[in-house]
């Protein structure tokens, strides 16, 4: 072959030796007659060659021989001779990143997210022109001068701009195992940008941890586990990994491309400026309080053990140097039986608690057992027989007894009970626990909760926790459209009175004052205030971060990075949080960026797919980012799952006039004004709807009705709602504005 290259090649290149050979191409050193310089001539295998065919071939490096980027190494010549598939690259004086990796093992941190970045700097250039490498390794990335350059852009997939042809796979996988997306080893023909970001983070975590993510003894053992497993984070075989890295690490490698980062550039800045921590000495403990299981007969007696379980996590949380997962991701292994360990690599925890409830008459009896998840051996277990008057006393007992095992203490003041009760009513308190697991919940649940606190509020007038929880239920029906102001407005006014009153000291009683400063008052400066003082009174209360960083930073201030990052510190205590995926969802899409926020729905509907409010956040994104089609395919479902709730048949209404289904949209704007004659129906969203089908008097005309009439929600997002931007600049508008007490416009483009 050698012989043959050569005579054909002789006018223009002479072949010096061979540098190596891989699974796709031979390379050699060879020196360009013509400029008089050395060059790196790569030849295809013949079966490669064949599968492609020279006229994919010659097409693609065609495209990747215009990529021009500091970090690409770029294509000088190509060709065909004697039946070879031939072309040269500059020949680089270094070395390739496997050599290093061969070398070192493993590079330090901040050369290996340098690498990376300028890594991704280059495929983000050449994505953003239309060509996807498919096949990110360390052999690819050359290492020169102390920078990164990545070659074999020559063999990539073509990724044609909308409206052109596609060139068609015939037959072969380009790619390396260990590397590959699960979508490129699968065999999909759609393989887009997101597989090279999967191969990068793949590549990072090598160079992080000395190994691949996923190894075996066979090709078909590692793209197994591809399959199987969800990736392992890079930390556990790094520890000075920052979490901020070791998270980006992750979802770049998530299984679904949806979930990824969406474009390289995003993943470029996740990893930009990360790099080594030092964590506070004793912040390496951690644990997971799962749900205690219910062995009473009766069912209702789910929500006390659940509230045990519950307790014991706020309790723990006031302990200094111990990272304590929040409720909604340990409350997602609930009846799922599954192994400890599984659950402590899944949540990155050392420690798991676990028991159970038996409640008879007046009489308890719970066992609780601390254990160790690396080695699966019992670090503590008691059981407690007692009366359920000793409920409190056994949930500090065992709060305590976890501090001291783990050898932690309470934070800041002087000792006492990690467990206070607010209430001595036991009756009061099982009707709270039910209420708050109930609002928890959302949707039609709500109200079912709001009757909870009522009912326990009745029994003790005094109970605070009971009163910021019917205060903040209150606001949430109503910014829901769950009900009338006129029945949500005067008792939430009054609960949040009283729960500052009885509880100034709960971080519960803020949140529910900042939600009625800021759709009730319409005080935003006092709202802002609450928020701040909730997390200052919790700051692991996962709720007050995430309420803040939805209410206050996104739909006030327009912060949308600092919302995104504090969303990102509420999931690192609660990383399966569907809530917290979707605040994070809605900031992404009221930034603009919508493709994130899609990914970032995703991963709320797979932890909660009953939520409303995630599927609803799905249809908003993709409506706003212009795709009519893919909005309706999520609004039209949603319809059935919501009962045809008015948000979803705005939005599906909008969306179908987009589709350019005119009479489908008016009869849908038709049947929300039937209904708003019958039942509430927030004036705000007839007003949007009406303004998407070109009834700018009639929307005006609606949204006076939705200040005078007090619509929550319009009081929350009048600020920083997409579809109200259009409007911004008018005098009407201006003239709303000022009618409830606010001065500034609206932006001017969406986000």
């Not at 990110?136 to 409206?163: C, Q, Y």
């Not at 009519?628 to 705005?650: D, I, N, Q, V």
Request: with cysteine; hydrophobic share 45%; glycine share 8%.
């Amino acid at each position: 072959m050698l012989e043959r290259l050569q005579e054909s090649l002789a006018h223009s290149y002479r072949i010096v030796h061979e540098l190596g050979a891989g699974g796709m191409a031979t390379v050699y050193l060879a020196e360009d007659i013509r400029h008089r310089r050395p060059v790196a001539l790569k030849v295809l295998h013949q079966d490669l060659a064949a599968s492609l065919g020279a006229e994919r071939f010659h097409r693609e490096i065609e495209i990747a021989a215009r990529l021009q980027h500091p970090h690409v190494l770029t294509v000088f010549d190509s060709g065909e001779a004697a039946g070879l598939l031939w072309f040269t690259m500059p020949f680089i004086e270094g070395e390739s990143l496997r050599d290093r990796l061969r070398r070192e093992g493993r590079l330090p941190v901040q050369q290996a997210v340098q690498i990376a970045r300028e890594t991704a700097d280059a495929l983000d250039y050449a994505h953003r022109h239309g060509v996807v490498h498919r096949d990110v390794k360390p052999e690819n990335i050359l290492l020169a001068e102390g920078h990164a350059l990545v070659t074999d852009f020559g063999i990539a997939r073509s990724a044609p701009p909308p409206g052109t042809e596609r060139i068609t796979q015939s037959g072969v996988a380009v790619g390396t195992p260990a590397y590959m997306s699960p979508e490129q080893a699968a065999g999909e023909r759609d393989v887009d940008a997101r597989s090279d970001i999967y191969s990068l983070a793949c590549v990072l975590y090598e160079m992080l941890a000395g190994e691949a993510p996923f190894t075996g003894p066979t090709i078909q053992a590692v793209l197994a586990k591809r399959f199987a497993h969800a990736a392992p984070r890079v930390s556990t075989r790094c520890p000075g990994v920052t979490r901020e890295l070791d998270a980006a690490i992750k979802t770049a490698m998530a299984r679904a491309p949806e979930a990824r980062f969406q474009t390289m550039g995003r993943f470029a800045e996740a990893i930009a400026g990360v790099g080594l921590s030092t964590p506070p000495a004793g912040m390496g403990k951690s644990i997971v309080v799962l749900p205690f299981a219910n062995m009473s007969p009766d069912p209702e007696n789910e929500y006390f053990s659940d509230g045990i379980a519950e307790e014991i996590i706020n309790a723990l949380t006031q302990l200094e140097g111990l990272r304590v997962v929040a409720r909604t991701s340990a409350f997602a292994f609930k009846g799922r039986n599954e192994d400890l360990r599984t659950i402590g690599e899944l949540l990155d925890v050392e420690t798991v608690l676990e028991g159970s409830v038996r409640k008879s008459g007046n009489r308890l009896r719970i066992t609780a057992q601390l254990v160790s998840v690396s080695d699966g051996c019992h670090l503590w277990s008691e059981r407690y027989d007692r009366e359920l008057t000793d409920i409190f006393a056994i949930q500090d007992e065992i709060a305590t007894t976890i501090a001291a095992k783990l050898k932690v203490t309470l934070s800041g003041a002087a000792p006492g009970p990690l467990v206070r009760p607010e209430t001595s009513n036991l009756q009061a308190y099982q009707l709270y626990l039910k209420g708050r697991a109930l609002v928890s919940q959302r949707g039609p649940s709500i109200r079912r909760g709001i009757e909870c606190f009522q009912r326990a509020i009745v029994i003790d007038p005094e109970y605070a926790p009971a009163l910021a929880g019917l205060a903040r239920a209150l606001v949430l029906a109503g910014f829901y459209g769950m009900g009338r102001p006129e029945e949500i407005i005067p008792p939430a006014i009054d609960a949040t009175r009283r729960a500052l009153e009885h509880g100034p000291h709960l971080a519960e009683s803020h949140m529910a004052s900042a939600l009625v400063a800021l759709m009730v008052e319409r005080d935003r400066p006092r709202a802002s205030a609450e928020w701040l003082h909730a997390l200052e009174l919790n700051p692991a209360d996962v709720e007050a971060r995430a309420g803040r960083a939805f209410f206050d930073l996104c739909l006030v201030q327009g912060a949308f990075e600092e919302a995104i990052e504090d969303t990102r510190r509420a999931l690192e205590t609660d990383p399966l949080s569907g809530y917290a995926h979707t605040v994070m969802a809605w900031a992404f899409a009221l930034a603009g960026r919508y493709q994130e926020a899609i990914a970032e729905a995703h991963r709320g509907v797979a932890l909660d797919p009953d939520s409303f409010v995630t599927h609803y956040v799905l249809l908003c994104a993709c409506r706003w980012d212009g795709n009519a089609t893919r909005a309706l395919e999520y609004g039209t479902p949603l319809l059935s799952l919501s009962g045809r709730h008015p948000w979803a048949l705005t939005y599906v209404a909008m969306a179908l006039f987009d589709a350019g289904r005119h009479e489908e949209a008016e009869a849908a704007y038709a049947e929300l004004v039937a209904r708003s004659h019958t039942d509430y129906v927030q004036p705000s969203m007839l007003a949007y709807a009406a303004l998407h089908l070109g009834r700018q008097a009639e929307a005006i005309t609606l949204l006076r009705e939705a200040v005078d009439t007090r619509d929550l929600f319009f009081a929350a997002v009048v600020l920083r709602w997409p579809d109200l931007a259009t409007l911004s600049a008018s005098s009407e508008y201006k003239d709303i504005l000022g009618r409830m007490g606010w001065k500034e416009a609206l932006p001017t483009s969406l986000g």
